[in-house]
């Protein structure tokens, strides 16, 4: 899969447009500069015979596509892809006087079972993603100056979970290892959930996570504590992004985003659990 941004994040190639009697979902419009740029993608297998186009799709400031290269070629994939950059930019400096990208370009190799369909999917859905994030702006933007007790915090998702009356923490010793126990505290968790109880937890243990993630299963409200931050371009993924539109998650983080592979610290364990104990006390206000 190819991902292409505009240069400056500016929307010139397509609308975004809410359902209507010709399509059952959002979708984008194309502008006269992004049919050009449809009309490159679509040729690209003319100028690169070995290389088909699977799929794309048009956003307003970004371009996501399939290719599938049906035999070795003597020529990378760069190769390609600044082709078809080239000749969008072409268009672009006869429609805007200017480039259309920005520099380089995203790839994902597509090599085990079910990764195409999944691609697929996620490459069809982005109009509504977009149109869902536009209809819930609250719930996918981060506030990164946000207090809780002295904790300086970063958050994203509905934040009037924290107004919630009943408010459990979901902490679990990593003494709980077995099936049978953590099955226990599963169902002890989802009824304590399904009397109207929000769930705050860093999801650390296994049983914690075991827990959490069956919550989140069945629709439960969730804060969910991070380790590490949001990044610039943070938005939730999979199932997260719909359950963030219904305003079923919150996310914390009380540190800033790294990009390494870091092993969460017995002291970072434990202020977690202690910021959970914080959220959980939190009154409603009146």
């Given at each position: 899969m190819i991902t292409l941004a505009v240069d400056g994040r500016r929307p010139v190639l397509g609308e975004l447009c809410g359902p209507d009697a010709t399509h059952p979902?959002?979708?984008v419009c194309p502008t006269v500069l992004g049919q050009r740029v449809l009309d490159c993608w679509n040729a690209i297998s003319v100028h690169y015979p070995d290389v088909r186009t699977m799929d794309v799709q048009l956003m307003p400031d970004h371009l996501h596509g399939v290719l599938f290269v049906t035999k070795q070629v003597p020529y990378h994939l760069g190769t390609v892809v600044n082709g078809f950059k080239a000749g969008c930019n072409a268009a672009s400096r006869e429609?805007?006087?200017?480039?259309?990208?920005?520099?380089?370009?995203?790839?994902?190799?597509?090599?085990?079972?079910?990764?195409?369909?999944?691609?697929?999917?996620?490459?069809?859905d982005n109009p509504r993603r977009l149109w869902t994030k536009r209809c819930n702006p609250d719930y996918f933007t981060v506030q990164r100056e946000c207090a809780i007790g002295d904790t300086?915090?970063?958050?994203?998702?509905?934040?009037?979970?924290?107004e919630y009356p009943f408010k459990v923490v979901v902490q679990c010793s990593r003494s709980i290892n077995?099936?049978?126990?953590?099955?226990?505290?599963v169902n002890r968790y989802l009824n304590i959930a399904?009397?109207?109880?929000?769930?705050?937890?860093?999801?650390?243990?296994?049983?914690?996570?075991?827990?959490?993630?069956a919550?989140?299963?069945?629709?439960?409200?969730?804060?969910?504590?991070?380790?590490?931050?949001?990044?610039?371009?943070?938005?939730?993924?999979?199932?997260?992004?719909?359950?963030?539109?219904?305003?079923q998650l919150l996310f914390i983080a009380p540190w800033p985003y790294?990009?390494?592979?870091?092993?969460?610290?017995?002291?970072?364990?434990?202020?977690?659990?202690?910021?959970?104990?914080?959220?959980?006390?939190?009154?409603?206000?009146?």
């Open positions: 979902a959002p979708w429609v805007l006087g200017r480039v259309l990208w920005e520099e380089g370009y995203h790839d994902r190799i597509l090599m085990k079972k079910g990764q195409l369909e999944t691609m697929l999917n996620y490459v069809h300086q915090v970063a958050v994203a998702g509905n934040r009037f979970l924290l077995t099936d049978e126990a953590i099955a226990r505290e399904r009397d109207g109880a929000v769930l705050v937890s860093a999801s650390i243990s296994p049983c914690e996570k075991a827990v959490m993630r919550a989140f299963e069945v629709g439960v409200k969730e804060i969910v504590l991070l380790e590490n931050g949001f990044s610039p371009m943070w938005k939730p993924g999979g199932q997260q992004f719909d359950a963030c539109a219904k305003g790294h990009s390494e592979r870091k092993t969460i610290t017995r002291a970072q364990c434990m202020q977690l659990n202690d910021l959970a104990k914080q959220i959980a006390s939190i009154e409603p206000q009146r």
